[in-house]
Each structure stands twice: as structure tokens, then as C-alpha cells.
């Protein structure tokens, strides 16, 4: 990407050799060798691709800054239809588009047909004036009456495009999933919970995991509920969100280090408002949700902990300590932090929760996630979404 800053040319190169969707020229993403030449009027600047010579405009910062935000989906949102039981028959859901630009922006898109769910309308085009926000209604119907679980995601093929004639800019498409989402009851706990890795205060832990959705990092290092498995809870109380893990694991391996260096636990939230939790599908930073990555300890105090400074500064308390047969998490959230994202009257958040495991010291890790990893592309927006209960 070119930027001019005081008369000066700062360039920032694609990949030369790196990661790369390599989607082209106009979204600054291609393999390049850069060819200065000095001259008595000062350097000329030549990009050499395997399809030719572009010169130093190849994509500058105007260009970057409309189609930054179509790459990265940012301008569409599908909002997740919610089951609170399991069970879809029918139900609307709405498509948000964002134009933050001073061009008019076309949105085209159809919905993959398939059997389990149908979707009206099927189509859209959407002509989005400069700076401007429009929602579509859609009907979503499971004509088959499958289970949640057992549910395909409508996948959405969209293209954008802005209406214009100066810069040379590309047609961007990507896709888009309208999923039909269990939703989680967040039960109301009368009583403060010590946050000690203990678990008796826990009248439940309802959540059993014997089959994760997802393994990761290596797959096959996982044996089964044997191996590793675990159990949580989540409930409100009256200034904390508390999360509570136990972990049974056969082959304890634990040596002082972050929780994905040995035996641990991570636990992502999101309490951001809709459509923007749904979609998340973040890097880690605690700008867009909560990581919580704990390394158990015998003693609480010698537990490790990720990023402690932020949570310090949070008000969050953390607990991970090691039992006869694994180990215990416990979390405490304060809902001051859940107000400041959504207000007093917040309705749902979304959480999910990765086990750590090694079965030696020296690996490998096999990663076990309930729901599948945000980052990945088989998330599915709105898994692992809770919704509080009313206080009794």
C-alpha cells in the first residue's frame, strides 16, 4: 500500500515470500520483487510480478481504505436465528449493510439452496448511497424439523462493488453464513462464588464434554473421553459472571509455562452487542473479546496466567489449580464490564472454552475445543451464546 505523508511516499510491500490469500494487485495481496531505481529526480519504484511490472500506485491508501472493510466483511452481518430449545420450525433474522464510504456501494447476493433450511427472499441487491446503513428482513423455515444441532448453515455468496470511474478498484465478494444458533439459559446464582478452583459452591456442572466440537493442533494426539474430557458451568450472580471447568485428564503435564506450552485452559467471551459478537471471528486481542489462558498450579499464586495486567485492571479474578484428576477453573467477570459493552439491560453473551492437552513433556498438544475456534472458518456465528435469566 502507497502512502503519501508530507510530500513523502511510504510504501508498505505485499508478501515476498510470507502468507497470502494472493487475491491480486488491488487488494495489495501478491508476490513481488521491488525494483528501485535512483535517479537525479529521485527513485523510481517498479513492483515485479510473475504477471508483469506494476508501478508504485499499484494500490495506494485511498484505495486500501475503501476496500479495506469489504475484505474483511466488516461493512455485512448476518444476525444468528436463536433456539433457546433445540428446536427450529420457523423464525426472521435480518442482513445489516454499512457503507462508510463516500461512494455508492452495490451489495449483490443469493443463498445457496439446500434441503434442511429455506431462507425468503433468496436473492438481493442492495444499492447503498455514501455513508449510509440498511437492514433486510429475511424468513428462515426448517420444513425438515431436524434438531439445531443437526442444521447446515444457509451459506450467502455476496459481491460489492462501488459505483465509480476514478480509482481502479476490484469487485470484492466472500460469504456469508445465516445460522440457526442453540441459545444457552444463564441461570441467576443468589450467592457470591469464592473463586478458588474448588467447585463446591457449583450446585451443577450441566455441560459435559466427552465429544469437543473441534481438535486442533494435532488431532490425533486425542484419544478420547479417556484421555481428556471436562465439565462447566456458567451462572450470574449479583455483580459477577461466574464460569466454573473441571478437567479430567489422565496423563498430567504440567511445568510452570503459558496454557498451551503444557496442560491448561483457555476461555474466550464476548460481550459485545450484536451483530458484531456473533460474527467475531477475533485474533485474540482483548479489544474484540476476554482471553482467559491459564496454566494450572498446585498453589493458585504460582498458576500462569495470560495478559494479568489487563484482567488486574478488569476486576476479573481467576483461579486454576490441580486436582487428584486434572484440574479446576473458576471465573469471576464483573458485570460492570458487561454494562459498559451493552448497557444495563445486556441480554446474552458468548463464550467458548478450549483444554489444553499434552500427554508428554514434550507434546504434542492436541487442542479441544466446545465449540469451533473463532478464528477458524468453521466458525459458526453465535455458537456458545447465553442468555440471562430473568432474577427470581
Given amino acids: 500500500t502507497k502512502h503519501v505523508r508530507h510530500d513523502q511516499n511510504y510504501l508498505v510491500l505485499a508478501t515476498t515470500g510470507g502468507g497470502s490469500s494472493l487475491?491480486?494487485?488491488?487488494?495489495?495481496?501478491?508476490?513481488?520483487v521491488v525494483w528501485v531505481t535512483m535517479t537525479e529526480?529521485?527513485?523510481?519504484?517498479?513492483?515485479?510480478l510473475l504477471e508483469g511490472i506494476w508501478d508504485e500506485d499499484i494500490r495506494t491508501a485511498e484505495m486500501a481504505e475503501l476496500t479495506d472493510p469489504l475484505v474483511r466483511d466488516n461493512f455485512l452481518g448476518v444476525q444468528p436465528l436463536y433456539s433457546p430449545t433445540g428446536e427450529f420450525d420457523h423464525g426472521t433474522t435480518s442482513l445489516h449493510l454499512s457503507n462508510t464510504s463516500g461512494l455508492p456501494l452495490q451489495v449483490t447476493g443469493r443463498f445457496e439452496p439446500q434441503e434442511m433450511l429455506s431462507v425468503l427472499p433468496a436473492e438481493l441487491s442492495v444499492l447503498l448511497a455514501p455513508e449510509s446503513e440498511e437492514t433486510i428482513e429475511f424468513a428462515v423455515s426448517n420444513p425438515t424439523r431436524?434438531?439445531?444441532?443437526?442444521?447446515?448453515?444457509?451459506?450467502?455468496?455476496?459481491?460489492?462493488?462501488?459505483?465509480?470511474?476514478?480509482?481502479?478498484?476490484?469487485?470484492?465478494?466472500g460469504t456469508a453464513l445465516l445460522v440457526v444458533a442453540r441459545e444457552y439459559l444463564l441461570p441467576y446464582h443468589p450467592t457470591p462464588i469464592d473463586v478458588d478452583g474448588s467447585l463446591e459452591e457449583w450446585e451443577d456442572l450441566p455441560f459435559v464434554i466427552q465429544q469437543p466440537a473441534t481438535v486442533e493442533v494435532t488431532a490425533e494426539a486425542w484419544e478420547g473421553p479417556a484421555?481428556?474430557?471436562?465439565?462447566?458451568?456458567?451462572?450470574?450472580?449479583a455483580e459477577y459472571l461466574y464460569i466454573g471447568v473441571e478437567v479430567k485428564d489422565d496423563i498430567p503435564i504440567y511445568r510452570g509455562g503459558m496454557a498451551w506450552e503444557q496442560d491448561g485452559i483457555e476461555v474466550r467471551l464476548d460481550v459485545r452487542p450484536?451483530?458484531?459478537?456473533?460474527?467475531?471471528?477475533?485474533?485474540g486481542?482483548?479489544?474484540?473479546?476476554?482471553?482467559?489462558?491459564?496454566?494450572?498450579?498446585?498453589?493458585?499464586?504460582?498458576?500462569?496466567?495470560?495478559?494479568?495486567?489487563?484482567?488486574?485492571e478488569l476486576g476479573a479474578r481467576a483461579t486454576c489449580r490441580?486436582?487428584?484428576?486434572?484440574?479446576?477453573?473458576?471465573?469471576?467477570?464483573?458485570?460492570?464490564?458487561?454494562?459498559q459493552q451493552q448497557g444495563v439491560d445486556w441480554q446474552q453473551v458468548r463464550l467458548n472454552i478450549a483444554i489444553d492437552d499434552f500427554d508428554a513433556e514434550e507434546g504434542p498438544l492436541a487442542q479441544l475445543w466446545w465449540q469451533p475456534d473463532w478464528r477458524d472458518e468453521e466458525n459458526l456465528?453465535?455458537?456458545?451464546?447465553?442468555?440471562?435469566a430473568v432474577k427470581p
Fill in 41 to 48: 529526480e529521485g527513485p523510481r519504484i517498479a513492483n515485479l
Fill in 381 to 388: 456465528p453465535g455458537s456458545g451464546t447465553f442468555r440471562r
Fill in 146 to 173: 431436524l434438531p439445531v444441532a443437526e442444521l447446515s448453515p444457509l451459506v450467502l455468496n455476496w459481491e460489492a462493488v462501488y459505483e465509480q470511474t476514478e480509482l481502479d478498484l476490484p469487485v470484492v465478494d
Fill in 274 to 283: 450484536d451483530p458484531q459478537r456473533a460474527q467475531h471471528r477475533g485474533s
Fill in 227 to 237: 484421555d481428556c474430557s471436562w465439565r462447566f458451568g456458567v451462572v450470574l450472580g
Fill in 322 to 339: 490441580i486436582t487428584a484428576g486434572g484440574h479446576n477453573t473458576e471465573l469471576a467477570i464483573p458485570l460492570s464490564y458487561l454494562e
Fill in 23 to 32: 487475491r491480486g494487485p488491488r487488494f495489495g495481496e501478491f508476490d513481488h
Fill in 285 to 312: 486481542e482483548n479489544y474484540y473479546h476476554l482471553l482467559f489462558a491459564l496454566g494450572p498450579a498446585v498453589e493458585p499464586g504460582d498458576m500462569t496466567i495470560w495478559n494479568p495486567e489487563f484482567l488486574n
